[in-house]
């Protein structure tokens, strides 16, 4: 089944993302599908975006959906850190991450991003790494997978998780989503499982984390964000999760009261009005912060 990913906030990115420029470029440094790419190109018909994306797989629906705009959409195959790191100072308008994990992934990859679903345990957005979720699930010591759990996933029974995890590898290796969505269900207590969230929500996302290293990259690349936009340039930053949103909330308070070279736009996250949410389900825990360079 195939669908295309929803672009969240998608009237409010445009509304902060203005262009500064006659010849504007935005840096869209995780395109996915490019839904918000496409937003952008048909509305500002002198703009050029560099769409990046890690994977392959997913960038290939963007270069196909966005084809009609002939070389105004400059697809880049690279992490969003790494290429701004390289990207010479000054040189965007705009530039825009959407920090969400697409549709895609959950429902097209076949990669185990979903505890839903019987495919193998994988979680790599960048295929061509060697380490993936079943690495990290049957080779990571147990205090090590614990805190991995914690840290990342929030969740409060990573201890019991990585014990039962830990016990169940023994046995035969962990090679499934639904296999570690068992055993995640079967540490934790009866109450826990049937709660709002499924019981495997905040490990999978954990382990996701660890596996493509999220975090590490979103302090580096606003950094460099802020030195490659233009004078008067915005960069707006769409989280889902609290660990993504503290980092980028306190990276621009930090940026704006030391440095002084960036003003925050948005005191406060924007967040999705009722009907987007009533829409699309999971733009609901989306948070969008916006800041301009001096």
Not at 96 to 112: A, M, N, Q, T, W
Not at 250 to 272: H, N, Q, V
């Amino acid at each position: 089944m195939e669908i295309c990913h929803y672009p969240v906030l998608h009237e409010e990115v445009l509304e902060y993302l203005k262009p500064v420029s006659d010849t504007p470029v935005l840096i869209d440094c995780t395109t996915g599908e490019g839904g918000h790419t496409s937003l952008f190109l048909e509305r500002y018909e002198n703009l050029t975006v560099i769409g990046l994306d890690r994977d392959r797989e997913i960038q290939k629906k963007a270069i196909e959906r966005l084809a009609p705009y002939g070389e105004r959409f400059q697809p880049v195959n690279c992490w969003f850190n790494e290429y701004l790191r390289d990207r010479e100072s000054e040189s965007a308008d705009m530039i825009l991450f959407d920090l969400g994990i697409s549709v895609f992934h959950y429902v097209e990859s076949e990669r185990g991003f979903s505890f839903a679903a019987d495919e193998r345990l994988d979680m790599r957005l960048n295929a061509e790494q060697e380490l993936s979720a079943e690495d990290v699930i049957n080779i990571y010591p147990e205090t090590e997978l614990a805190d991995i759990i914690y840290r990342y996933g929030e969740e409060r029974y990573s201890r019991r998780i990585a014990e039962r995890i830990c016990r169940e590898r023994q046995v035969r290796r962990i090679t499934t989503a639904r296999q570690l969505a068992d055993i995640v269900a079967a540490a934790v207590p009866a109450a826990y499982r049937h709660g709002r969230l499924n019981p495997a929500t905040r490990t999978f996302q954990a382990i996701r984390i660890e596996v493509n290293r999220e975090l590490d990259r979103i302090e580096p690349a606003l950094k460099e964000a802020v030195r490659v936009l233009k004078k008067g340039g915005r960069v707006g930053v769409i989280t889902f999760h609290s660990l993504e949103d503290r980092k980028v909330k306190w990276f621009f308070k930090g940026r704006a009261d030391e440095e002084g070279d960036i003003t925050i736009l948005t005191k406060k996250p924007i967040c999705p009005s009722e009907k987007e949410t009533g829409e699309n389900a999971p733009s609901r825990s989306a948070k969008l912060r916006v800041s301009q360079k001096r």
